[in-house]
């Protein structure tokens, strides 16, 4: 999957390795200086992702009949509006308009959210799990080029998700009926193209050095190997 994608779509140079999440530290381990985007484009794809997130799982709230399951998707939404009102401030403190920043993302996003949302329920709750675990992971490591304002997104996109009791829905979802685990394993693979395509689009589109290539994948392969442990975590294989 990661070899398709650089042949599909090929960023510029930068040596990349993912920070783990809290590690806040002053020792920079991304070099994104050649691949970042300007910091307004940041922190309006970064706001208007979890804006989406909270929107998805409001859906689902909406459509799922157990009361425990609705009590455990309004916690997974309620961290996905706070961290989407918390990036707000960060814009508005700049002396940005968070609309203004938002909006010329909200064609792709919107539709990068239709194509992940599943025919069931349960499919969509995986692609909230997994397209928001690995945005997070990567908006976390491209924090780190934008100095005060990059630690504080960072801080931000590093608490608590609350998504664990999807990972049980799923889990319980699998135990009833042996047929969803094949089912929902292929859907984590399919979500995992479109998720990495939606990464690329934020780093600028700038040619790729083919000599480069080695340098700039490991930061997918590192959120592949998240993905993979997501999943697993599930009992699902990638």
Same mark, same amino acid.
């Given at each position: 999957?990661?070899? /398709?994608? /650089? ?5 510029s140079g930068g040596?990349?390795? +993912? ?7 002053? &020792? ?17 794809? %970064? ?17 799922? $009949?157990e009361l425990a ?6 916690? %997974? ?9 918390? +990036?707000? *401030? ?11 920043? !938002? ?11 239709? %194509?992940?949302? *599943?025919?069931?329920?349960?499919? &969509? ?8 675990? !690995? ?11 934008? *100095?005060? &304002? ?11 998700? =609350?998504?664990? %009791? ?6 319980? &979802?699998?135990?009833?009926?042996i047929e969803w685990?094949?089912?929902?394993? !292929? /859907?984590?693979?399919? +979500? ?8 690329? @689009?934020?780093?600028? $589109? ?5 000599? =480069? ?18 999943? =697993? @975590? ?5």
């Amino acid at each position: 999957m990661v070899n /398709w994608f /650089w042949q599909r779509r090929r960023p510029s140079g930068g040596v990349l390795a +993912l920070r783990s999440r809290g590690d806040l530290g002053d &020792t920079t381990r991304v070099d994104f200086e050649e691949l970042a985007p300007d910091i307004n484009t940041f922190l309006g794809q %970064a706001a208007y992702l979890q804006l989406g997130f909270f929107e998805t799982l409001s859906e689902l709230i909406a459509l799922t $009949p157990e009361l425990a399951q609705k009590e455990s998707l309004s916690k %997974a939404a309620g961290a996905a509006l706070r961290k989407h009102e918390e +990036l707000v *401030g960060v814009i508005r403190e700049r002396g940005d308009d968070p609309t203004t920043l !938002m909006l010329p993302f909200r064609e792709p996003l919107d539709a990068f959210r239709r %194509a992940t949302h *599943g025919v069931r329920p349960q499919e &969509t709750m995986l692609s909230v799990h997994i397209t928001a675990g !690995m945005l997070d992971d990567f908006y976390l490591t491209l924090a780190s080029s934008y *100095g005060d &304002t990059g630690r504080r997104v960072a801080r931000i996109l590093g608490t608590d998700d =609350d998504r664990q %009791a999807i990972v049980e829905i799923i889990a319980e &979802t699998i135990a009833s009926d042996i047929e969803w685990k094949s089912l929902l394993a !292929m /859907w984590g693979r399919r +979500l995992v193209g479109d998720t990495l395509l939606i990464a690329r @689009a934020a780093l600028r $589109p700038t040619e790729l050095r083919l000599a =480069d290539e080695e340098k700039v994948e490991p930061v997918f392969t590192e959120l592949m190997a998240a993905h993979s442990r997501r999943m =697993d @975590a599930m009992g699902l294989a990638a």
